[in-house]
């Protein structure tokens, strides 16, 4: 079942669109920002409110690459791996967080701290290369600074 | 040299709030433009020659006379802002938003006003967190000082204007998909005609339009389309955000007049390559733009002369590859962002780009025959424009094209060598 303040949320942006069929995007990212992700119970009810058919829901949310339907982890990072990115340094980068966090891209880390996922270009290829932790964008990265960036998220 | 679109930005990284804006200068625009009819709004900016600034450079008074109107015309319109920058190597739109939402903001207003749009919807990336908050507050800063709702400033225009945070994908930044996915499904491009002035958002009169353009209107409504002429060294109008990044010494944005040079750009603005490495080519706009080699530095970088040289100007942030880099590793991982981001829709799109990324993984991988070649520029010609229903396949075929031409001794050299010289 969705929580009140899921479905206050979703209601919210009712207003926001001639139709709130619209709105498939804005709910599962909704859901996803209390639970971390979109689960198929969280589509039925999605579902319902929005009167798409799930399997609509899912085709959409298997379309977009900020929409999980799988879980993950606390912290996700998203790791740019687009042409700037990659000329300044990304397979080195790649490499040192898969080595560090012991998981390949696309894993969660055993405690469930970590997940790790390609992402593409961040737009800030003037300070490459860059990532993002959850909704913190961190850039201009050397191995070392990422070791002190992860140190922030428990 | 005068900036416009970069003269307010705050040196230490904040946003311009509704206050410092208006005290440098800002909505002035808004007032001048409601007391104009919106075709004399729609003549001044055809008069400017402002071209759109998100890649194709279409010109923008003229896309907005194609809207219906008067009292046939269907209602409501809309206005779409296209502020999903994903296009690889670009990173111009999310200064405008981050330091100056309320530029943003007052161009769309003057937009919907020249096409009597009554909603407006500004479409941002997901990852775009700080674009967000800035937007929202302004947003509201603008409703509060009555700049968008009911009445606005008591003209009788009235004007709503929402932010959607996008799901991710390129192909939100493709006119049509960015509808569908505004209308909450896959961003596949729609067929057109009909274009989406006639029937875009929900079936209505739509225009589309980057955050860069929009951002000019009302600089231009106020000091007029020659004021606008006279900022460029070229024949199209107004100043550019330019950009470059990949080995230079200062990888950097800079807002200079429309036709610059590639070489300024290159040598004055981002000092030139870093030390000890050789220029070898660069992307002028984005990764769906043809290279341009050393014999084209002293193009102006504007939409009539980079076309000439074979390329496009694209979004006008240059992506410069040095020697110590691999050029079949370079292109292959263009390739794998086009044959990813593909939305499947049509086959010489998703089946040729995966086709071309994994040929160039096996060039990469010293496994590439002497025909490859041939099938790369085969997939080229396949996903010419007129082959795909959107330019999103022509767009990935731009790189791979030129790399096929101005380095085809470095692919041949990988097929003879059995490996990449790079590694």
Not at chain 2, 18 to 33: D, F, H, M, S, T
Not at chain 2, 85 to 105: C, N, S, V, W
Not at chain 2, 322 to 337: A, I, M, S, Y
Request: glycine letters at 10%; charged letters at 25%; a negative charge.
């Amino acid at each position: 079942m969705l929580s009140p303040e899921e479905r206050q949320e979703i209601e919210a942006e009712f207003g926001n669109y001639p139709d709130k069929r619209a709105l498939t995007i804005d709910a599962m990212k909704i859901v996803q920002k209390h639970r971390g992700w979109v689960s198929d119970d969280a589509l039925k009810d999605i579902s319902e409110i929005l009167g798409v058919p799930v399997s609509e829901l899912d085709s959409v949310a298997t379309f977009y690459n900020l929409i999980y339907r799988k879980p993950v982890g606390r912290h996700v990072i998203l790791v740019c791996d687009s042409i700037s990115c990659w000329v300044m340094g990304y397979d080195r980068l790649r490499d040192h967080l898969t080595s560090r966090l012991g998981i390949k891209m696309g894993e969660t880390t055993a405690d469930g701290r970590f997940t790790l996922l390609p992402i593409v270009c961040l737009g800030t290829c003037d300070h490459a290369p860059a990532m993002m932790v959850d909704e913190d964008l961190h850039r201009d990265l050397d191995t070392e600074k990422v070791d002190s960036i992860l140190e922030q998220y428990k | 040299m005068e900036k416009v679109l970069t003269k307010d930005v705050p040196a230490d990284g904040s946003a311009l709030d509704i206050k410092r804006y208006e005290l440098a200068g800002g909505y002035q625009g808004v007032r001048k433009a409601l007391k104009m009819a919106p075709k004399e709004v729609i003549d001044v900016v055809k008069q400017s020659g402002l071209r759109g600034r998100g890649g194709a450079g279409f010109p923008t008074g003229m896309k907005w006379s194609f809207v219906p109107t008067g009292a046939d015309a269907p209602h409501p319109k809309y206005l779409c802002c296209n502020a999903d920058e994903m296009e690889p190597g670009t990173f111009k739109d999310r200064l405008l938003m981050e330091a100056t939402p309320h530029q943003l903001i007052e161009g769309m207003i003057c937009a919907a006003h020249a096409i009597e749009a009554d909603v407006a919807y500004i479409f941002l990336r997901g990852e775009y967190i700080l674009s967000a908050e800035r937007l929202r507050k302004a947003l509201a800063e603008a409703y509060e000082h009555n700049y968008l709702g009911k009445n606005i400033l008591g003209s009788g225009v009235n004007l709503e204007m929402h932010l959607h945070m996008s799901g991710g994908r390129y192909m939100c930044g493709e006119e049509t998909g960015l509808l569908n996915a505004l209308e909450g499904k896959r961003a596949n491009p729609r067929t057109k005609p009909p274009f989406p002035q006639i029937s875009g958002l929900f079936g209505k009169p739509t225009i589309v339009q980057n955050v860069e353009t929009l951002c000019n209107v009302h600089h231009i409504i106020n000091k007029g389309p020659e004021w606008f002429k006279g900022l460029s060294k070229s024949e199209d109008g107004g100043t550019k955000l330019y950009g470059a990044s990949g080995k230079v010494k200062r990888p950097g944005l800079w807002e200079l007049p429309m036709g610059t040079t590639v070489r300024e750009i290159l040598e004055e603005h981002a000092g030139g390559m870093k030390e000890g490495l050789r220029f070898r080519g660069l992307l002028p706009g984005g990764a769906s733009t043809d290279f341009l080699v050393e014999e084209h530095l002293d193009l102006k970088m504007d939409f009539t002369d980079v076309q000439k040289a074979g390329s496009r100007m694209g979004t006008g942030t240059m992506i410069v590859m040095d020697d110590r880099t691999c050029p079949v590793g370079f292109v292959k991982n263009l390739e794998h962002f086009f044959a990813q981001e593909s939305c499947g829709w049509c086959t010489p799109c998703w089946s040729g780009l995966s086709w071309a990324e994994k040929m160039l993984q096996s060039i990469e991988d010293g496994q590439g025959q002497e025909a490859d070649l041939d099938r790369l520029s085969y997939i080229c010609r396949m996903t010419a424009p007129g082959h795909t229903f959107c330019a999103l396949a022509p767009g990935a075929a731009e790189p791979l094209q030129s790399a096929l031409k101005y380095f085809r001794e470095d692919f041949e050299r990988h097929i003879h060598e059995k490996r990449c010289p790079w590694r």
